[in-house]
């Protein structure tokens, strides 16, 4: 357990490590912000704040040092800078966990292979086998960019095949990433969401499911508890637990 009165590092200095700062503060701690590029809204608020290229592995070790644990605010760190941490100070979650999630196919790999719901997809590395991937899932799909897409960035979404005819000017609107997701588009009624909190000894708790209401892609609002029924919120609940357990995470997991 890490006492109040101790210091937890922060990789990534955005507004989730600001929250987790504040809310810290009421019960004691300390925190320290390793952010490649400041001032940044986390590093306001902390006790230190370092600024360096997450390549800069002399900062990494200084940084490991005056800090009790490391986590991470978002899953855009490269999963090789919490293996090299780890070998100074306990980092949670792991670098498994973030190898996973920081990246559209592993995850849906991991969810499909543990028989989990996932929507039907395909993949693609280029031009060309983004036309068979499209065709593969049909219309109306959406493709999404495997790794750093966020509010809406690097996604497309095809409405019929009249979108898709020219798959080549679309790998360019993706500025040709390396490799991307086709994703049957689904009507839904709404986001939700469920934070999963869990100990190293397999104990978990959650908050209350969350809906999210978006505007233009982007997160607006957050309604808690959600407005669904209880039936709902019980299976997002063990969904997310489940989630929590098969992954072995330590520290919070949100399933949406």
């Given amino acids: 357990m890490i006492t109040p009165g101790s210091t937890i590092g922060i990789l990534g200095g955005g507004q989730l490590g600001r929250m987790l700062i504040l809310a810290g503060r009421h019960l004691g701690y300390r925190f320290h912000v390793f952010e490649p590029s400041g001032p940044c809204p986390a590093g306001m608020v902390a006790d230190q704040e370092v600024n360096a290229p997450y390549s800069n592995q002399a900062a990494l070790r200084a940084f490991a040092a ?8 978002f899953e855009n760190i490269p999963a090789p800078v919490l293996d090299s941490l780890s070998a100074i100070k306990p980092v949670l979650p792991g670098s ?23 929507v039907p997809f395909e993949y693609a590395d280029s031009a060309q086998s983004l036309k068979a991937a499209i065709h593969t899932i049909g219309f109306p799909c959406v493709i999404k960019t495997a790794a750093f897409g966020y509010d809406g960035k690097g996604q497309i979404k095809l409405h019929s095949a009249t979108d898709a005819a020219d798959t080549e000017s679309l790998w360019n609107r993706l500025e040709r990433p390396p490799r991307v997701v086709v994703e049957q588009w689904i009507h839904h009624c709404g986001e939700f969401s469920v934070i999963c909190a869990r100990k190293a000894n397999g104990s978990k708790s959650t908050f209350p499911m969350a809906e999210n209401v978006h505007l233009n892609h982007i997160l607006h609002a957050s309604i808690v508890p959600a407005r669904t029924t209880d039936a709902i919120q019980q299976a997002g609940k063990a969904l997310a637990e489940q989630i929590a357990d098969i992954l072995d995470v330590v520290g919070l997991i949100a399933v949406e």
């Fill in 66 to 73: 005056g800090v009790d644990v490391i986590t991470l605010e």
């Fill in 96 to 118: 498994q966990i973030l190898h996973i999630c920081q990246h559209r196919q592993r995850e849906k790999d991991f969810l499909k292979a543990n028989h989990l719901p996932c």
